[in-house]
């Protein structure tokens, strides 16, 4: 029989073991101390972590109600990773900035590089081309017919804002780790 502890992990509530729990709390202790941000920013990108852990610690047990294990909090603590690229000390590895990116791309607008909505820059990113080309050529959709107008307005309205760090990761086809998501500041409405 093992204790278990109930937590609120990116908003959202899990039950864990005991073991899971200190093993947890190591990791977030070591993450925030290898962070290189201004310390204004530490909260907002441990906020972002305990989201991305919360959503992972979903897909795996769902709204069922298990209890999350030891063994799961390891898998997922060495699937981000640390800030900085390197391993949790005493802890498995982490993945590396080096390895190419091989997720696929997701369509956001993004409000880093934008101009008027971020629409350009996400289309840039998405495509994998420069934004000055994309500028352009809705530029010239725009003057040369009134289709151009029409495509922006509904992609403003269609396309989701990369507000977080995971899916500014997306955006870009990263992995959303925590050494990439460290990499990003969120955007604020």
Same mark, same amino acid.
């Given at each position: 029989?093992?204790? %278990? ?8 509530? =899990? ?5 899971? =729990?200190?093993?947890?709390? @190591? ?36 709204? !069922?109600?298990? %209890? ?18 390197? $391993? ?6 982490? !993945?590396? +900035? !080096?390895?190419? +990116? !091989? ?5 956001? @607008? ?15 990113? =998405?495509?994998? &081309?420069? %934004?000055?080309?994309?500028?352009? &050529?809705?530029? $010239?959709?725009? &003057? ?7 495509? =922006? &307005? ?6 989701? %804002?990369?507000?977080? $760090? +995971? ?10 780790? $925590? ?11």
């Amino acid at each position: 029989m093992k204790k %278990v502890v109930n937590v609120s992990l990116g908003g959202r509530n =899990y039950t864990l073991e005991e073991d899971a =729990y200190a093993r947890l709390g @190591r990791y977030l202790e070591h993450f925030r101390a290898r962070l290189t941000v201004p310390e204004g920013q530490k909260t907002e990108v441990m906020d972002e972590i305990e989201g991305r852990l919360a959503e992972l610690f979903s897909r795996e047990v769902g709204e !069922s109600g298990r %209890v999350v294990s030891l063994d799961l909090v390891n898998r997922v603590a060495s699937t981000l990773g640390m800030p900085d690229g390197s $391993a949790e000390d005493g802890f498995g590895t982490s !993945s590396s +900035a !080096s390895e190419p +990116a !091989s997720n696929p791309r997701k369509l956001y @607008r993004d409000m880093d590089e934008k101009k008027i909505a971020g629409v350009c820059s996400g289309l840039s990113y =998405y495509f994998d &081309i420069d %934004v000055v080309l994309v500028r352009i &050529i809705m530029l $010239a959709a725009l &003057i040369f017919g009134s289709a151009g107008f029409w495509v =922006y &307005i509904i992609l403003w309205i269609a396309v989701p %804002v990369a507000d977080t $760090a +995971a899916k500014k990761c997306e955006l870009r086809g990263l992995a959303p780790t $925590a050494e990439n998501m460290s990499k990003f500041t969120t955007y604020k409405k």
